[in-house]
Every structure is written in structure tokens, then in C-alpha cells.
């Protein structure tokens, strides 16, 4: 999830965090919260009187687990304070299980659901989570459907003004369902639990490891005989394929290897995007523009015009259906859906108050 300063002076140190079920499925009492995040490095979570309290690995109780949960029937005025890398997680009709562990480094941190392996202790249990990071300059937050879709959810923050993302049409939820049903998204589908993500399908083998494969193949053929122009805040970069590799000039020097098909539906291994300010956004606008197949056709890149997103015979169709059910045409389909500001992102530099809603669930 990005986070720039567009906003001026400091954000207040806490947040007002509501958390509205319009779900029209679960009753309060049935929907669990779960507030993660890191602070100075270390992870916490939030308790119900808006304490930033360490993971430990004491935590876990007799059955392995944690029991981080705040039941929205007794979420009372929560607050957000400081956080990085935040994420709300929500357990609609029983609780989630999240396993405290040791990272690399020996500190404590958290196992998180994984609903697109069917191994996992959280695969039965409905749920969901928006994602944000809260500190002084501001709030950076976005609902996501990279991982997967399952639970409506929208949020609104409100501050310097009163943004909204996430909102999806009425019966949003259930027109994807149908959408997918069928053909080489079929299989993505769990019940009426979720969508798993096109990328995780791969890995689950439920999903073609070959779908884009010939539209990359004709990517590469295109652009080793004319020229391919990505456009950056650094300036504009020329590119041109010879043999696997797409090199480009201009600004730096940056190089692009030919990607397989989940190369670009996680946008990593030769789409990797580095936290720099040359290879990564080059990189980002690539993997934009191959999940979206706007790159064979338009030799200028970024595109922002929708109308042109989803062309071709190998159409990512579950990205433009996440587009297509939310009000605005916003969502993060893919971890570089922000290329041309079509994510579901919002932020303020000076934030009041933050309200996630569980929308109904039809």
C-alpha cells in the first residue's frame, strides 16, 4: 500500500476508528475485529481500550492461537494510534486464528489467514481486511482484493474532506460471483465464502500458470522492432526488446526480463518493483500495463483510460470485475493497481475520523 504527504501539518496522535455492519447477514455480536499492525518496528495489536499491546508468543492459548479478537457488540469508541503497516481484519460469524510466531529475527509476530489455502485454520471462516499505515503526516488507507475478495468492505475517512473507497454497487458481491463462475476463473471460487485471487490460484493449482503467456510472447514480438515509451516522475524512458530482455534508456538505465504469467498477477520476479525511484516505477507501470493487456496495443504507457483495460483473447477478468462492481471504478485488483490512481486508495494529511463498513452482503 502507497502513502505520500499530500497533506499539511500533523495528524492528531490517535484516530476515531468506527466500524459500521450493514452487512445484513451478522449481527454485532457474530462479527469479529482485529486491529494488527507494527509500531517502532515491533508488531501489536489493538485492544479495545486503544492500547497498542506487543505481540508475544505467550499469547498463544491452549489450542495454538491467539485470542486478539474484539466482537464489534463490544467495540465501544475505539482509537487508532500511530501505526505502520496496519491491517483490520474482520471474522464474520466466528473467529479468526492467528498464530503468534518468531520472525527471522527472533521477535515475536503474527501467522495472518490465509482464505486461498485450504490448509489454513481461517479457510472455513468468512473474512476480510482493509489495509492502512497512521502516523504523523497523515492517513494512507485501501480495501483490497489482491489476495482475494470475499466481505464488502468501504471505508471512509474523514479530514481536510470526506473521502470514500470500496463502495461497491448494490449486489456488487453476488454480480462477481456470477461473473466468474465458469471458464478459467471458475475454479477460483470457494462456495459463497470468496474469489481467490488468479495469482494464488496458480500456486493452489487452480488457476492456468500459462493464461498470459501468449499475450506476453506478443508484447516481446512488438516491441523488438519499435520502440515502447513508459513515462515517469524521473522522465521519460525508451524501451526495446532483444531477445528476453526489455531495455530501457533515458533517466537511468533499466532492464525488464521477460515475466511468466504469475510474474505479472503477483507483480514480482522480473516485475519486482524496487522501493527506488527509477527501476520500481518502471516496473509497476509494466506490470499495470500487461495485467490490464493495454501494453501491446499502446506503445505509450501509462494509459489512464479504462475504456482501453481488458482487450484481447486473454483478459484478466478478475481484476475488471473488481473494477466494474465498485461505484467508482477504484479497487486493488493487483499489487500495481495504483498505476493511474485506480485503486481503492484514500488519504488525508489531517484526518478526523476513520469508519469502515461491512456492506450488505448480497
Given at each position: 500500500m502507497?502513502?505520500?504527504?499530500?497533506?499539511?501539518?500533523?495528524?492528531?496522535?490517535?484516530?476515531?476508528?468506527k466500524?459500521?455492519?450493514?452487512?445484513?447477514?451478522?449481527?454485532?455480536?457474530s462479527?469479529?475485529?482485529?486491529i494488527?499492525?507494527?509500531?517502532?518496528?515491533?508488531r501489536?495489536?489493538?485492544?479495545p481500550?486503544?492500547?497498542?499491546?506487543?505481540?508475544?508468543?505467550?499469547?498463544?492459548g491452549?489450542?495454538?492461537?491467539?485470542d486478539y479478537?474484539?466482537?464489534?457488540s463490544?467495540?465501544?469508541?475505539?482509537?487508532?494510534p500511530?501505526?505502520?503497516g496496519?491491517?483490520?481484519?474482520?471474522?464474520?460469524?466466528?473467529?479468526?486464528k492467528?498464530?503468534?510466531v518468531?520472525d527471522?529475527?527472533g521477535?515475536a509476530?503474527?501467522?495472518?489467514?490465509?482464505?486461498?489455502v485450504?490448509?489454513?485454520p481461517?479457510f472455513?471462516?468468512?473474512h476480510?481486511?482493509?489495509?492502512?499505515?497512521?502516523?504523523?503526516?497523515?492517513?494512507y488507507?485501501?480495501?483490497?482484493?489482491?489476495?482475494?475478495?470475499?466481505?464488502?468492505?468501504?471505508?471512509?475517512?474523514?479530514?481536510?474532506?470526506?473521502?470514500?473507497?470500496?463502495?461497491?454497487?448494490?449486489?456488487?458481491?453476488g454480480?462477481?460471483?456470477?461473473?466468474?463462475?465458469g471458464g478459467?476463473?471458475?475454479d477460483l471460487?470457494?462456495e459463497?465464502?470468496?474469489?481467490?485471487?488468479?495469482?494464488?490460484?496458480?500456486?493452489?493449482?487452480?488457476?492456468?500458470?500459462?493464461?498470459?503467456?501468449?499475450?506476453?510472447?506478443?508484447?516481446?514480438?512488438?516491441?523488438?522492432?519499435?520502440d515502447?515509451?513508459?513515462?515517469?516522475?524521473?522522465?521519460?524512458?525508451?524501451g526495446?526488446?532483444?531477445g528476453?530482455?526489455?531495455?530501457?534508456?533515458g533517466?537511468?538505465?533499466v532492464?525488464?526480463?521477460k515475466?511468466s504469467?504469475?510474474?505479472?498477477?503477483?507483480?514480482?520476479g522480473?516485475?519486482?518493483?524496487?522501493?527506488?525511484q527509477?527501476g520500481?516505477?518502471?516496473?509497476?507501470i509494466?506490470?499495470?500495463?500487461l495485467?490490464?493487456t493495454?501494453?501491446?496495443?499502446?506503445?505509450?504507457?501509462?494509459?489512464?483510460?479504462?475504456?482501453?483495460?481488458?482487450?484481447?483473447?486473454?483478459?484478466?477478468?478478475?481484476v475488471?470485475?473488481?473494477?466494474?462492481?465498485?461505484?467508482?471504478g477504484?479497487?486493488?485488483?493487483?499489487a500495481?493497481d495504483?498505476v493511474?490512481?485506480?485503486?481503492?486508495?484514500?488519504?488525508?494529511?489531517?484526518?478526523?475520523?476513520f469508519?469502515l463498513t461491512?456492506d450488505p452482503?448480497?
Amino acid at each position: 500500500m502507497g502513502g505520500s504527504n499530500s497533506g499539511s501539518g500533523s495528524a492528531a496522535a490517535t484516530l476515531p476508528l468506527k466500524v459500521v455492519n450493514n452487512s445484513g447477514a451478522f449481527d454485532d455480536a457474530s462479527i469479529f475485529l482485529y486491529i494488527l499492525g507494527e509500531v517502532d518496528g515491533q508488531r501489536v495489536r489493538l485492544t479495545p481500550e486503544g492500547e497498542a499491546k506487543p505481540v508475544e508468543i505467550g499469547d498463544n492459548g491452549e489450542d495454538g492461537f491467539t485470542d486478539y479478537a474484539i466482537p464489534l457488540s463490544d467495540a465501544g469508541s475505539l482509537q487508532l494510534p500511530y501505526m505502520d503497516g496496519g491491517r483490520i481484519y474482520t471474522g464474520l460469524g466466528d473467529k479468526l486464528k492467528f498464530k503468534a510466531v518468531e520472525d527471522g529475527n527472533g521477535k515475536a509476530a503474527l501467522a495472518y489467514p490465509a482464505g486461498w489455502v485450504e490448509s489454513d485454520p481461517n479457510f472455513p471462516v468468512l473474512h476480510d481486511c482493509a489495509e492502512f499505515t497512521f502516523k504523523d503526516s497523515g492517513m494512507y488507507c485501501n480495501t483490497t482484493a489482491v489476495d482475494m475478495f470475499s466481505v464488502p468492505l468501504s471505508i471512509t475517512l474523514k479530514g481536510q474532506k470526506e473521502q470514500t473507497a470500496g463502495k461497491l454497487k448494490a449486489g456488487g458481491r453476488g454480480k462477481a460471483f456470477e461473473a466468474l463462475a465458469g471458464g478459467a476463473f471458475g475454479d477460483l471460487i470457494v462456495e459463497d465464502k470468496r474469489i481467490i485471487a488468479p495469482s494464488h490460484g496458480i500456486d493452489q493449482g487452480k488457476f492456468p500458470s500459462d493464461y498470459l503467456d501468449a499475450y506476453i510472447d506478443e508484447v516481446w514480438s512488438v516491441y523488438s522492432s519499435k520502440d515502447l515509451t513508459v513515462t515517469t516522475n524521473q522522465g521519460e524512458f525508451k524501451g526495446r526488446v532483444s531477445g528476453n530482455t526489455l531495455g530501457f534508456t533515458g533517466p537511468g538505465e533499466v532492464t525488464i526480463e521477460k515475466p511468466s504469467t504469475r510474474d505479472v498477477l503477483f507483480c514480482d520476479g522480473a516485475l519486482a518493483a524496487p522501493n527506488d525511484q527509477l527501476g520500481g516505477p518502471v516496473a509497476a507501470i509494466i506490470g499495470a500495463a500487461l495485467n490490464r493487456t493495454t501494453l501491446a496495443a499502446l506503445a505509450n504507457q501509462p494509459t489512464d483510460d479504462p475504456s482501453q483495460f481488458y482487450q484481447g483473447d486473454a483478459v484478466h477478468e478478475y481484476v475488471k470485475v473488481m473494477h466494474e462492481i465498485n461505484e467508482d471504478g477504484k479497487a486493488y485488483g493487483f499489487a500495481f493497481d495504483d498505476v493511474a490512481g485506480f485503486a481503492a486508495y484514500i488519504e488525508d494529511g489531517a484526518p478526523t475520523e476513520f469508519t469502515l463498513t461491512l456492506d450488505p452482503m448480497e
